[in-house]
């Protein structure tokens, strides 16, 4: 039990702190810092949130139409290998006239057998902005990516490769491959810059820009990144099909001359008018004959002609 000369000296220092406040050593300025901190802090991240675009919001948008460069470099019991590209333009149509293809009429995406990813996306918003992800191409020709198999349709040779399971020899040795993706954001970076390493959530990698070049790879660690072949000729390949620009031709064909001709038709009978109609604003040409040479006139008209053409 404390005695009572010890209750008496809590009694006294209880007695001189009433009625004191407590202060914060250095005073308040540094509560005001941090009750500022917090408030600013925490306006970053509404302004952050709000910013940050929705669901196939940003570029590309479905009036651009962007080419990727993409390709499968593999290991299997024969060593590394090119995978083909993907085969099929997916612009097919049944005897109806209709694309046969669901997945290109959801998003507008697709290749030409070149591979070269076509990315001009429809309005639907399925392939545009953050939508726009290797997974969407992938999946219009039935190819299975996931972070630890790759997956062929037997539309495209069927192989598959997985982490664990599938056999990989490079020079007679047995090695574990992994399924990695290679990304560089611009075709001209390919011999100059390191690429991007993804091993996770592959499908979900972005295109972010015209140009990009993508490897998908299912290799041993120690392979050295490889560009596919068609990085470096992706202009070219990105020219033959019109880039998806809209063309717009405003050539007017004119014919402002006037063809008279003054041709002596004779004959004893008269046989009437001949009323000859040819185009949208041909004219009419009417020959009289008669007892009397007449005279046949004709003048041609103007004709302007203006065509969109919008090729894919």
């Known amino acids: 039990m404390a005695s009572s000369s010890s209750a008496s000296k809590?009694?006294?220092?209880?007695?001189k702190g009433k009625g004191k406040k407590v202060r914060f050593q250095g005073g308040t300025l540094f509560p005001v810092a941090i009750v500022i901190i917090v408030l600013l802090l925490g306006g970053l991240v509404v302004y952050a949130r709000q910013s940050r675009p929705g669901p196939g919001e940003g570029e590309p948008t479905s009036l651009?139409?962007?080419?990727?460069?993409?390709?499968?470099?593999?290991?299997d019991k024969n060593g590394l290998k090119i995978e083909p590209n993907l085969t099929g333009t997916l612009e097919e149509?049944?005897?109806?006239?209709?694309?046969?293809?669901?997945?290109?009429?959801?998003?507008?995406?697709?290749?030409?057998?070149?591979?070269v990813m076509h990315w001009h996306p429809n309005s639907s918003g399925k392939a545009t902005g953050t939508n726009a992800k290797v997974k969407?191409?992938?999946?219009?020709?039935?190819?299975?990516?996931?972070?630890?198999?790759?997956s062929f349709p037997a539309s495209q040779g069927g192989e598959v490769f997985e982490e664990g399971k599938s056999t990989c020899i490079v020079d007679g040795v047995t090695k574990t491959a992994s399924?990695?993706?290679?990304?560089?954001?611009?075709?001209?970076?390919?011999?100059?810059?390191?690429?991007?390493?993804?091993?996770t959530n592959?499908?979900?990698?972005r295109i972010k820009?015209?140009?990009?070049?993508f490897m998908i790879a299912f290799v041993p660690d120690d392979v050295q990144p490889k560009a596919p072949e068609t990085a470096f000729n992706l202009p070219a390949l990105g020219a033959a099909d019109g880039s998806g620009n809209t063309v717009t031709s405003d050539s007017t064909v004119t014919s402002d001359s006037t063809v008279t001709s003054d041709s002596t038709v004779t004959s004893g009978a008269t046989t009437g008018s001949e009323t000859v109609s040819t185009g949208s604003t041909a004219g009419t040409e009417t020959v009289s004959t008669g007892s009397t040479a007449t005279t046949v006139k004709s003048t041609t008209?103007?004709?302007?002609?203006?065509?969109?053409?919008t090729t894919g």
Request: hydrophobic content about 40%; proline content about 1%.
């Open 10 to 15: 809590v009694a006294k220092l209880a007695q």
């Open 209 to 213: 820009n015209d140009g990009m070049v």
């Open 64 to 75: 651009q139409h962007w080419h990727a460069a993409y390709g499968f470099y593999v290991c």
């Open 136 to 150: 969407v191409f992938l999946s219009n020709y039935h190819v299975t990516l996931t972070n630890t198999k790759l």
């Open 202 to 205: 592959l499908g979900d990698v």
């Open 93 to 115: 149509t049944d005897a109806t006239g209709q694309l046969v293809s669901k997945e290109f009429v959801a998003t507008g995406i697709h290749s030409h057998s070149d591979g």
């Open 179 to 199: 399924l990695k993706m290679w990304v560089w954001n611009h075709y001209t970076d390919v011999d100059k810059v390191d690429p991007q390493v993804y091993t």
């Open 301 to 309: 008209t103007t004709v302007k002609s203006s065509a969109t053409t």
